[in-house]
């Protein structure tokens, strides 16, 4: 019972590098989200999707890109890393339904040095 | 524009113990939902507990319950008989509307330490 499934588990990065945090989820749902949270503090929304094609953003996007090409994957790119990038990036998933939760990954610890 | 509020950045509580984090919340929305979840050193997130904006009864799940009061705009987390695996940090959450995707407005969180 895999559930949401994030890879890598940590990354260092160079500023000025690019790379593509990983997510997928074997549970169908249709909601995927990224959220990212820095040291001490609580989570921040990057982006959404609703389905397969369809993403928007949330509250902290500049600097990610995103893509929903299928229902089980949901990638988050990084290009031209900077230090404000570092953070934890937990990516989710959810039905979508009246207050279900959320289905959590492990996370990743990214640092750009 | 919603927001939450913990204004606890730590508790201390001994074990067996009963305790409440605080969370206040922002919002024009008459629909939402709210929620707290629990991380623990390991980093994992861990859902708890949910109340809807129109349920009429506080949630409870176990040994956590949900002390809404809707016109004070408060919905802190009660814990009774406090175990040591209870220490970790806990987010409230929101979210306006309560259907599509769960945007979630998070606190920033109150780490509660159990002591024996």
């Known amino acids: 019972n895999a559930g949401v499934t994030q890879t890598p588990k940590f990354r260092i990065l160079k500023i000025g590098q690019s790379m593509t945090l990983q997510c997928t989820q074997d549970m169908n749902h249709n909601y995927m989200y990224w959220y990212r949270q820095d040291p001490g503090m609580g989570l921040k929304l990057i982006y959404y999707s609703v389905g397969a094609g369809i993403t928007d953003k949330g509250e902290v996007p500049n600097g990610y890109n995103v893509s929903r090409s299928t229902t089980e994957d949901f990638p988050l790119r990084l290009e031209l890393a900077a230090p404000s990038q570092t953070s934890v990036y937990f990516c989710?998933?959810?039905?979508?339904?009246?207050?279900?939760?959320?289905?959590f990954g492990s996370g990743t610890q990214l640092s750009v040095l | 524009a919603q927001k939450i509020t913990q204004t606890q950045p730590g508790m201390f509580v001994q074990e067996k113990e009963a305790v409440t984090l605080d969370c206040t919340y922002d919002?024009?929305?008459?629909?939402?939902?709210l929620f707290w979840y629990k991380q623990p050193s390991s980093g994992e997130m861990i859902f708890l507990i949910y109340q809807g904006s129109y349920d009429q009864q506080n949630a409870t799940e176990g040994r956590y319950s949900l002390n809404f009061q809707k016109a004070r705009k408060s919905a802190n987390l009660v814990i009774s008989a406090s175990q040591l695996g209870d220490s970790a940090m806990y987010f409230c959450?929101?979210?306006?509307?309560?259907?599509?995707?769960?945007?979630?407005?998070f606190g920033q969180g109150t780490r509660l330490t159990i002591n024996p």
């Open positions: 989710a998933s959810s039905y979508g339904q009246g207050g279900e939760k959320l289905f």
């Open positions: 959450a929101m979210r306006e509307g309560v259907q599509g995707a769960q945007k979630l407005v």
């Open positions: 919002t024009s929305d008459p629909s939402y939902g």
